[in-house]
T-cell receptor, first 114, second 114 residues
């Protein structure tokens, strides 16, 4: 039972283009929706996160769009650069009711070609 | 600050052998967790702890044991290794409560079970 579904599995974008990764969730009790970035051979690192009462959050070239009614959220990378090539994971966390878990999607491997 | 450290970096086991993956953090974080990463499966939560002496199961706990005697350390024990446990293992830590979504990951341990 996959609580957070992520697509696409892989994505190729030209330098300067927009990368878009989508996620859907089932549990409406989740508190936060973070995105993590992972480079080969490294552990994941937090990129940006959003609360469910906010529709959009932007940090530099990275934007999260959140649609509470559709139970979907997405990561947009503007002006994509070769250095953005990595695997991206969406996730959802919940602390209420003793849940205390951060659940990840399956990941998207992004390649930005020069 | 060293952050989250994991040892060993690589390990090869034979089926039926036991071993302990070590994890330590120096950020005084209450919450610690273990994930396994497999291709196409994302990061799956094995076990987690909200403080010393308190542990609980994640999504895929079978075949693994944990304990938390100190705030800093959270070892993961494989009692009788199986080929299905071949994976990359990540330890992570965070503050508890609303900061749970901001987890700091270690560099990982690549485990092969023959």
């Amino acid at each position: 039972q996959q609580q957070v579904k992520q697509s696409p599995q892989s994505l190729i974008v030209q330098k300067g283009g927009i990368s878009i990764i989508n996620c859907a969730y089932e549990n409406t009790a989740f508190d936060y929706f973070p995105w993590y970035q992972q480079f080969p051979g490294k552990g994941p690192a937090l990129l940006i996160a959003i609360r469910p009462d906010v529709s959009e959050k932007k940090e530099g070239r990275f934007t999260i769009s959140f649609n509470k009614s559709a139970k979907q959220f997405s990561l947009h990378i503007m002006d994509s650069q070769p250095g953005d090539s990595a695997t991206y994971f969406c996730a959802a966390s919940r602390v209420s009711g003793g849940y205390n878990k951060l659940i990840f999607g399956a990941g998207t491997r992004l390649a930005v070609h020069p | 600050n060293a952050g989250v450290t994991q040892t060993p970096k690589f390990q090869v086991l034979k089926t039926g052998q036991s071993m302990t993956l070590q994890c330590a953090q120096d950020m005084n974080h209450e919450y610690m967790s273990w994930y396994r990463q497999d291709p196409g499966m994302g990061l799956r939560l094995i076990h987690y702890s909200v403080g010393a002496g308190i542990t609980d199961q994640g999504e895929v706990p079978n075949g693994y044991n944990v304990s938390r005697s100190t705030t800093e350390d959270f070892p993961l024990r494989l009692l009788s290794a199986a080929p299905s446990q071949t994976s990359v293992y990540f330890c992570a830590s965070s503050r508890s409560g609303i900061e749970l979504h901001t987890q700091y990951f270690g560099p990982g341990t690549r485990l092969t079970v023959l």
